[in-house]
Nanobody, 123 residues
């Protein structure tokens, strides 16, 4: 499985950005796709994930502001980020895997990762 991430950039607080992640290869071992982020000096944290049937989970810090959707025909997930805050600044990573329910947020549950893309929100 190969993941290619697109989007990111610099935006002012209150603005919007869209991240996309395209998956290719054999996806039979994958039933979840997710976006993580990692700010300097912090652990990588789950931002949002979506299952193969469209169930989504969001970090509390982004609920109501971020929306994750999936285009199954294109094997792509899109993260629409609105009302961005300076604390959203981080490198964002796309991930894919088959996590167990009890450890859905652990990065180790995702076996495939895309390259990171920087999101910077200025105040």
């Amino acid at each position: 499985v190969q993941l290619q991430a697109y989007g990111g950039g610099l935006v002012q607080a209150g603005g919007s950005l869209r991240l996309s992640c395209a998956a290719s290869g054999s996806l039979i071992s994958v039933n979840n796709m997710a976006w993580y982020r990692q700010a300097p000096g912090k652990h990588r944290e789950l931002v949002a994930r979506i299952t193969s049937v469209g169930v989504t989970t969001y970090a509390d810090s982004v609920k109501g502001r971020f929306t994750l959707s999936r285009d199954k025909a294109k094997n792509t997930v899109n993260l629409e980020m609105s009302n961005l805050k300076p604390e959203d600044t981080a490198v964002y990573f796309c991930a894919a895997g088959r996590p167990i329910i009890s450890a859905i947020s652990r990065p180790s549950m995702y076996g495939y990762w895309g390259q990171g893309t920087q999101v910077t929100v200025s105040s």
